[in-house]
């Protein structure tokens, strides 16, 4: 069997058995629906790279699959690596409590952007532990989102943009040096 035969082989099993239980789903769900109205998810035909660097595609009628044809022996997709490939520290890129980049931040964001060379990125946000966490968590996500706009200017891959807020600190929040240190957005490189 070629490995083009095994994997088409194992995409009709998957989608048999994907069938399966979402026929099984329905009959199990079949008294609730009657009751409520559900609405379904519309499904926007595309390819993506997940945060495992993993390349998706989805057909607009739900079907999904890996794009590579690459697989382990056991039949696993080979994916891209993932590493971070940059630490800015939010202080050299933002005011205090703000998620506007200077001019001079953004060049240097497109700079980077244009060189690094990687398929997608994952943008992660990060704060110190000074405001509330929601606070925190709103503020990093805002901060990443203006980021990954800086490198989507320059027509970068965006896999992913989150914000972890204070969660996940490298350095004390007792000390103004570990809080600068704290304050940072990490770019993921999907190569």
Not at 46 to 68: Q, S
Not at 97 to 116: C, H, M, N, T, V
Not at 163 to 174: F, K
Request: net charge neutral; aromatic share 6%.
């Amino acid at each position: 069997m070629t490995v083009k035969t095994a994997i088409q082989e194992f995409l009709r099993v998957a989608l048999t058995v994907l069938g399966a239980s979402l026929m099984a789903l329905a009959m199990l769900s079949g008294a609730a629906s009657a009751q409520q109205a559900v609405q379904g998810e519309k499904y926007i035909p595309g390819i993506w790279v997940d945060p495992d660097g993993c390349e998706h595609w989805v057909m607009d009628d739900g079907a999904e699959g890996y794009m590579t044809p690459h697989v382990t022996r056991e039949g696993i997709p080979v994916c891209h690596r993932v590493n971070t490939c940059a630490v800015m520290n939010s202080d050299q890129l933002f005011a205090t409590d703000s998620a506007y980049i200077s001019p001079a931040g953004k060049a240097r964001l497109r700079e980077f952007f244009q060189q690094a060379g990687a398929v997608a990125y994952g943008i992660n946000g990060h704060t110190d532990s000074r405001a509330s966490d929601e606070y925190n968590m709103a503020l990093s996500l805002r901060r990443a989102e203006a980021v990954a706009k800086v490198a989507r200017s320059v027509g970068a891959r965006i896999a992913s943009v989150r914000g972890y807020g204070e969660r996940q600190p490298i350095a004390t929040n007792s000390t103004a040096e570990g809080m600068a240190k704290n304050r940072r957005v990490e770019i993921v490189c999907i190569r």
